[in-house]
């Protein structure tokens, strides 16, 4: 199953998910500059985390508009799977890949701390977990607070989009909302970061059957 991962000006993840990509047992992605207009032949792509273009504007915003985002939704359009995590959850969602918004965390203040979050359901990219799994992943964000409006939130419980909640909300997302994926279930946003607990040096293993998930 081959990957890439998208690199934006201010991307500081791509490493951690490349080495997460292949301890789940795929081969080493293709790094992608955001100029591109096209993606190699891959089955999987991820937007990782950081602070593209310096999140001027607003998170993610600049970055939603870079030629590669075009080839990334076709991906997606085809039922090729995305992953967003952090940074790349903001971008997804400026994109209108996913629906809502990620604004500034409730109380202003930065989150970097291993965070306590629930499996929600099995789904493409947690089927290596039983439902309400409960796992720890580390979170550096300052605008994380999920909001989406009442017919929003309404369809993603419904349809059961929910992936991810926190068990103790850090940041005022509402219905404590950490990832969720689109209708399809192809493309998955993801606040906190798995890729860095995926080997005993990080101090948790928890986020490595996410990506055992995808290349299992």
Known sequence: MRSAVVVFPGSNRERDAARAITLAGGPPPTLVW??????????????PGGFAHGDYLRAGAIAARSPVMRAVADHAGRGGLVLGVCNGFQVLTEARLLPGALMRNAGLKFICKPLPLAV????????????????????????????ADADTLR???????????YRANPNGSANDIAGITNGKG???????????????????????????????
Request: net charge negative.
């Open 120 to 147: 929600e359901r099995p789904n493409r990219f947690t089927d290596r977990y039983g439902r309400r799994a409960k796992v720890v992943f580390p979170a550096a964000h300052h605008d994380g607070n999920y909001r």
């Open 155 to 165: 369809r993603l419980e419904g349809d059961g989009r929910i992936a991810f909640r």
């Open 186 to 216: 192809n493309v998955l946003g993801l606040m906190p970061h798995p890729e860095n607990a995926v080997e005993d040096i990080h101090g948790s293993t928890d986020g490595l059957p996410l990506f055992q998930s995808i290349f299992g």
């Open 34 to 47: 955001h100029t591109e207009t096209e993606l190699p032949k891959v089955d999987f792509v991820m937007i």
